[in-house]
């Protein structure tokens, strides 16, 4: 838990700190995934895959840079 917060304020890109948040406001504040989704005025199938990909993998993983898709 601590590892997200430190993350979260140690984190540069604006889109993947917003990712942790997500995280954090879940697991160590026990928000909801429908109250983080309102928090964040994000879309709450966004902020379960978020979340599940943490749960599913770690820290880094979810936390890789997110690059331009493959195709248009």
């Given at each position: 838990?601590?590892?997200?917060?430190?993350?979260?304020?140690e984190?540069?890109?604006v889109r993947i700190k917003e990712r942790?948040?997500?995280v954090k406001l879940h697991i160590v504040d026990?928000?909801?995934e429908k109250e983080v989704?309102?928090?964040l005025n994000k879309g709450?199938?966004?902020i379960?895959?978020?979340i599940g990909k943490y749960?599913?993998?770690?820290?880094?993983?979810m936390m890789k840079f997110l690059k331009s898709p493959q195709y248009l």
């Open positions: 838990m601590q590892d997200l917060v430190q993350a979260y304020e984190e540069k890109n942790i948040l997500a026990g928000k909801t989704s309102k928090m709450y199938s966004t379960k895959l978020w749960n599913k993998e770690d820290l880094n993983e």
